[in-house]
T-cell receptor, first 111, second 113 residues
Framework: DVKVTQSSRYLVKRTGEKVFLECVQD?????MFWYRQDPGLGLRLIYF???????EKGDIPEGYSVSREKKERFSLILESASTNQTSMYLC??????????FGEGSRLTVL | QKEVEQDPGPLSVPEGAIVSLNCTYS??????FMWYRQYSRKGPELLMY????GNKEDGRFTAQVDKSSKYISLFIRDSQPSDSATYLC?????????????FGQGTILTVHP
């Protein structure tokens, strides 16, 4: 079974703090994604990566950056957290069939 | 207008009912259509995957795609309390990076005993 592990399930941060969300996959998939999920808006793509050190902006990249130094690890960075970044963050990896495998999510609250 | 529209519900049905979940979309380039199920406090998991138009059946679940109407559906027969979850439709364009999906808003389904 594919396993996508997000290191933090619940985080509470203050406005202006730097936040790191870590994601690790064990299936040697090339493509990895960060989505955020908000009520009434569904999942929206923030960034994705198709190879080590490669990244592309998704639909809502503003206020976020990413890092992919190793194939299995894809990190989402909030340089200066704001209250409108309070959300559920979902990391996923894609098989070459297009199927996405998701982690259990990181629920971030910014006060 | 969102590229993919999905009625968020919530939808509440008795056990044994037939459930119909639907999405409409505006981008005629979408070729791959998926339904994900998400239990509370969990990540989404793939339920059904179809390519282009047609029907696909898997046990109690049937996925339909009507590209001419830009409309997809998921039917659940003999619904069970364990089907209570959020259902997300998702779709992608052929030739793009695989896994880059556009999601609907999700429909919250409750099946009560």
């Amino acid at each position: 079974d594919v396993k996508v592990t997000q290191s933090s399930r619940y985080l509470v941060k203050r406005t202006g703090e730097k936040v790191f969300l870590e994601c690790v996959q064990d299936m040697d998939h090339e493509n990895m994604f960060w989505y955020r999920q908000d009520p009434g808006l569904g999942l929206r793509l923030i960034y994705f990566s198709y190879d080590v050190k490669m990244k592309e902006k998704g639909d809502i990249p503003e206020g976020y950056s990413v890092s992919r130094e190793k194939k299995e690890r894809f990190s989402l960075i909030l340089e200066s957290a704001s209250t409108n970044q309070t959300s559920m963050y979902l990391c996923s990896t894609a098989a070459n069939t297009g199927e996405l495998f998701f982690g259990e999510g990181s629920r971030l609250t910014v006060l | 207008q969102k590229e993919v529209e999905q009625d968020p519900g919530p939808l509440s049905v008795p056990e044994g009912a037939i459930v119909s979940l639907n999405c409409t979309y505006s981008n005629s380039a979408f070729q791959y259509f998926m339904w994900y199920r998400q239990y509370s406090r969990k990540g989404p998991e793939l339920l059904m995957y179809t390519y282009s138009s047609g029907n696909k059946e898997d046990g109690r679940f049937t996925a339909q795609v009507d590209k001419s109407s830009k409309y997809i559906s998921l039917f659940i027969r003999d619904s069970q309390p364990s089907d209570s979850a959020t259902y997300l439709c998702a779709m992608s364009v052929a030739g793009t990076s695989y896994g880059k999906l556009t999601f609907g808003q999700g429909t919250i389904l409750t099946v009560h005993p």
